[in-house]
């Protein structure tokens, strides 16, 4: 029902333009095209609507009797405004209804200047992608882990020793491990030298590569026996992937984040606005340049919108009153003084409402005449 009714409303025009219905029956005599639809009622509203329509109401009885119903239903929709809405809330429609032709009639021009224009997006798309290329790549990604302690009142010296111990430890392991590497690769350079590397493939097939596979990962373990975060139990692991923020961002521990370069890497102790947090770097994927084929819907909605935008102004431009303007103000005085006059007292007695608000990106279009304007302007 609230589709049809929104489907009908296009065709009134303005609500309470046509006559109010009484009670209705459900027969209609010969002089209504339905019950509470006169015949003069039903021109106007198909006189305001697409010729192409008006041309399948002609031959398809279907579609004519769907027009009708809908008709009925807006008829309706009329009835209860009329009826339930005080005075003030049908002037604010009235203002509001022709605000919108207003906006309807703008878009229509700002359409029809890019249509005779008819730019090729494509081209012009291609032309700032090659013109700032540098600006199209993906943000860089990555996974970390942390081991986290929060603030506690009184308490903030005594965390910081404890994070700094923490990090000791894991830095004497990083070098155990740097130390244990470098012993490795000297030792298959030695082996290569001598003619030995198919003796110690072999030694180390053997064994399985014990010593790899019982090395502990003490950052996994510190998280889990000191951590306060959530994920303390995976060993400070978070599998989220964080973005590389596009522009300066104030947060102490994001930026230590992503200053982390290679895969298990850790960063100091850092201080951040909930407590102190030491990162690890678990995975990431570096940034790249994007084809012109990824970024191309992109580029070409903003030149669009930006068409769009510069049309609107050049509209809004060419439909300036001149400063010069001669204005026969007693005239407009006296004119704008009957119609004050006619309207109800009642009225009167309100507050001076603020305009509607239009809704425009594209500069300051000229309002539809009966839009009301706030007092002192």
């Known amino acids: 029902m609230n589709q049809m009714i929104k489907r009908a409303c296009c065709w009134g025009g303005a609500l309470f333009l046509?006559?109010?219905?009484?009670?209705?029956?459900?027969?209609?005599?010969?002089?209504?095209?339905?019950?509470?639809?006169?015949?003069?009622?039903?021109?106007?509203?198909?006189?305001?609507?697409?010729?192409?329509?008006?041309?399948?109401?002609?031959?398809?009885?279907?579609?004519?009797?769907?027009?009708?119903?809908?008709?009925?239903?807006?008829?309706?929709?009329?009835?209860?405004?009329?009826?339930?809405?005080?005075?003030?809330?049908?002037?604010?429609?009235?203002?509001?209804?022709?605000?919108?032709?207003?906006?309807?009639?703008?878009?229509?021009m700002i359409k029809h200047a890019l249509d005779t224009r008819n730019p090729d997006i494509e081209a012009l798309a291609r032309e700032r992608y090659q013109v700032g290329k540098d600006s199209y790549k993906t943000r860089r990604r990555i996974k970390i882990a942390q081991i986290f302690i929060a603030r506690k009142p009184g308490?903030?010296?005594?965390?910081?020793?404890?994070?700094?111990?923490?990090?000791?430890?894991?830095?004497?392991?990083?070098?155990?491990?740097?130390?244990?590497?470098?012993?490795?690769?000297?030792?298959?350079?030695?082996?290569?030298?001598t003619g030995t590397e198919a003796e110690s493939a072999q030694t180390e097939a053997e064994t399985g590569g014990d010593e790899k596979e019982t090395e502990k990962d003490l950052f996994a373990e510190l998280a889990k026996q000191y951590s306060e975060d959530v994920n303390a139990q995976l060993g400070g692991f978070d599998s989220r992937w964080l973005l590389q923020p596009t522009r300066e961002i104030k947060d102490p521990v994001a930026n230590a984040a992503f200053e982390l370069l290679q895969r298990g890497e850790i960063t100091g102790v850092i201080e951040g606005p909930h407590g102190y947090h030491i990162l690890r770097l678990m995975d990431y994927?570096?940034?790249?340049?994007?084809?012109?084929?990824?970024?191309?819907?992109?580029?070409?909605?903003?030149?669009?919108?930006?068409?769009?935008?510069?049309?609107?102004?050049?509209?809004?431009?060419?439909?300036?009153?001149?400063?010069?303007?001669?204005?026969?103000?007693?005239?407009?005085?006296?004119?704008?003084?009957?119609?004050?006059?006619?309207?109800?007292?009642?009225?009167?007695?309100?507050?001076?409402p603020s305009a509607p608000a239009a809704e425009a990106d594209d500069g300051d279009l000229p309002a539809a005449p009966g839009a009301a304007m706030p007092a002192g302007q």
């Open 285 to 352: 994927v570096p940034n790249r340049q994007q084809t012109f084929d990824e970024v191309r819907n992109d580029i070409m909605a903003t030149i669009k919108e930006q068409l769009w935008a510069e049309q609107g102004r050049e509209l809004t431009e060419a439909l300036q009153a001149p400063r010069n303007l001669a204005i026969n103000d007693e005239l407009a005085q006296q004119v704008i003084a009957e119609v004050y006059k006619a309207r109800d007292p009642a009225l009167k007695q309100l507050e001076q």
């Open 155 to 193: 308490q903030d010296e005594a965390i910081r020793q404890q994070m700094a111990g923490i990090l000791k430890q894991l830095e004497e392991d990083n070098l155990r491990h740097y130390q244990a590497a470098e012993a490795r690769r000297k030792a298959a350079e030695n082996e290569k030298a």
């Open 18 to 108: 046509v006559p109010v219905l009484a009670q209705v029956d459900t027969q209609a005599d010969s002089d209504s095209i339905a019950p509470g639809i006169a015949a003069p009622a039903f021109r106007s509203v198909l006189e305001r609507n697409f010729t192409p329509y008006l041309g399948k109401l002609l031959a398809d009885p279907a579609a004519r009797r769907d027009f009708v119903q809908q008709y009925y239903a807006f008829q309706g929709l009329e009835q209860r405004a009329e009826q339930q809405l005080s005075a003030a809330e049908k002037e604010r429609i009235t203002v509001e209804l022709e605000l919108r032709r207003s906006e309807i009639l703008r878009d229509a």
